[in-house]
């Protein structure tokens, strides 16, 4: 069954730091991955996918077979990053529906 | 940017009533869904919808819920007798495909609290 696994609730960071947002999943076939951000009392809304390979915000994220992982990473945290973050997967069939993982709170501290 | 809207944004009930909670999709998009977030937990699928028809719905989506597009715009989510629960985030979203890589828009939630 198609899972995804964020093991971090809270990451705390500096301001400046690199970040490492952790994404382990489970799919059967050749998955497709998202990453969603959701900034205080706002909507969910779509940082990046792995298909486009772009980078948003300074955000990237290197799909790995091998480690079934979709890290998300950028080099030097802004404190406007501050944020919850959410990886994401289809789940299966053909409705479009997305499976999350339990998400990460970014916090940046300036 | 055309955006999904929710209404209300905060609804508290009492157990047992219902609550129907109404979203506004994009205007093009064909494909509806509701989730929902029980705090300090994860997003979870309930019921994607399309064609007029639920297409799929997960295990929580029991006899107590149902969904409707009772006109071109809106897309309500109902919960005929709520639990306490039920006290959750719920999000609508739509997107223009079935496809996974298009984009999958969410609105801002409603919150719902019973008791």
């Known amino acids: 069954a198609q899972r995804v696994t964020q093991p971090e609730k809270l990451l705390s960071v500096f301001k400046g730091a690199p970040v490492e947002l952790k994404c382990n999943y489970s799919y059967s076939g050749s998955p497709e991955l998202f990453w969603y951000v959701q900034y205080s009392r706002q909507r969910l809304q779509l940082l990046l996918r792995h298909i486009s390979r772009e980078s948003i915000k300074g955000f990237t994220a290197d799909l790995n077979k091998g480690e079934t992982s979709f890290h998300l990473k950028k080099p030097f945290a802004q404190e406007e990053d501050s944020a919850m973050y959410y990886c994401?997967?289809?789940?299966?069939?053909?409705?479009?529906?997305?499976?999350f993982g339990q998400g990460t709170t970014l916090q940046v501290k300036p | 940017e055309p955006e999904v809207t929710q209404t209300p944004s905060h609804q508290v009930t009492q157990m047992g009533q219902e609550v129907i909670l109404r979203c506004v999709p994009i205007?093009?998009?064909?494909?509806f869904y509701w989730y929902r977030q029980i705090l300090g937990q994860k997003v979870e699928f309930l019921v994607s919808f399309y064609n007029n028809e639920i297409s799929e719905k997960s295990e929580i989506f029991d006899d107590q819920f149902s969904v409707e597009r009772p006109d071109g715009s809106n897309f309500t989510l109902k919960i005929r007798s709520t639990k306490l629960e039920d006290s959750a985030m719920y999000f609508c979203?739509?997107?223009?495909?079935?496809?996974?890589?298009?984009?999958?828009?969410f609105g801002p939630g409603t919150r719902l609290l019973v008791l």
């Open positions: 979203a739509s997107r223009e495909t079935g496809a996974t890589r298009v984009t999958q828009y």
């Open positions: 205007s093009n998009h064909l494909y």
């Open positions: 994401a997967l289809p789940g299966g069939g053909n409705t479009g529906k997305l499976i």
